[in-house]
Nanobody, 117 residues
Framework: QVHLVEYGGGLVQPGGSLTLSCTAS????????MGWFRQAPGRQRELVAS???????SYADSVKGRFTISREYDGNTVYLQMNNLRPDDTAVYFC???????????WGQGTQVTVSS
């Protein structure tokens, strides 16, 4: 089993910044993908950013140029640096971990990000 714990959500004004973090523990394998999803009211959960253990990253078009995903050197903590936040970034953000050897997803508890004046 893998356990994910998230930190860093909160209230921020439009144009502001927040950084989310997620730390994985348990049966971690070296080849994996970690990422961030979000779910806003009335919307489907969507992929925001992904970080492959080999160093490749990807982003949703809506956040390109504003958000950055990164990892600590040990590979078990992932961050999402969010800049120039917009009201439509408001959502619950979920950390995700997927080992390459298993067709299974693990999820963090979710953290609320609210962008409002």
């Amino acid at each position: 089993q893998v356990h994910l714990v998230e930190y860093g959500g909160g209230l921020v004004q439009p144009g502001g910044s927040l950084t989310l973090s997620c730390t994985a523990s348990g049966s971690i394998v070296s080849r994996n993908v970690m990422g961030w999803f979000r779910q806003a009211p009335g919307r489907q959960r969507e992929l925001v950013a992904s970080s492959f253990s080999g160093g490749v990253t990807s982003y949703a078009d809506s956040v390109k140029g504003r958000f950055t995903i990164s990892r600590e050197y040990d590979g078990n903590t992932v961050y999402l640096q969010m800049n120039n936040l917009r009201p439509d970034d408001t959502a619950v953000y979920f950390c995700n971990y997927k080992p390459m050897i298993l067709p299974k997803d693990y999820w963090g508890q979710g953290t609320q990000v609210t962008v409002s004046s």
